[in-house]
């Protein structure tokens, strides 16, 4: 059962853009400022396999949001540890640059780049066979 959140209004719908999602949510996470309503879960969603995520979700029936740190493979490496005990989650597809427009920055004219999207796939792994 997700948290009930009493604070909410009836029918509050949460569905940020990337945008949204990196300058109002991730930024106040990285500068350790409050929200108003936690919404977003803090889960290493790369110790869990999928089917195990939505009860960590605070919000959500189809599409979840989480701060999970990234846990490296190898202390100076770029890629990430996404073992579970089932399987691994991988990073797939084509990588989607985040851009903030002008208005939503607070600067005249210019959109920059502020992340990146990547779509992540989870690989079963087979079970092994055990021999007598």
Not at 52 to 79: C, H, I, M, Q, T
Not at 83 to 95: E, N, P, Y
């Amino acid at each position: 059962m997700r948290h009930p959140h009493s604070s909410l209004p009836l029918g509050f719908r949460f569905h940020p853009t990337d945008e949204e999602l990196i300058l109002h949510y991730l930024m106040k996470k990285l500068t350790s400022s409050p929200f108003p309503v936690s919404i977003i879960a803090d889960v290493d969603i790369y110790k869990f396999d999928p089917w195990d995520l939505p009860d960590k979700a605070v919000l959500g029936e189809k599409e979840w949001n989480f701060f999970s740190p990234r846990d490296r493979k190898y202390p100076n490496g770029a890629r990430p540890n996404g073992a579970t005990s089932s399987g691994f989650w991988k990073a797939t597809g084509i990588v989607k640059i985040i851009v903030a427009s002008s208005m939503a920055a607070g600067r005249g004219g210019v959109h920059f780049n502020i992340g990146v999207k990547k779509a992540l796939v989870f690989h079963r792994r087979n079970k092994p066979s055990t021999h007598l």
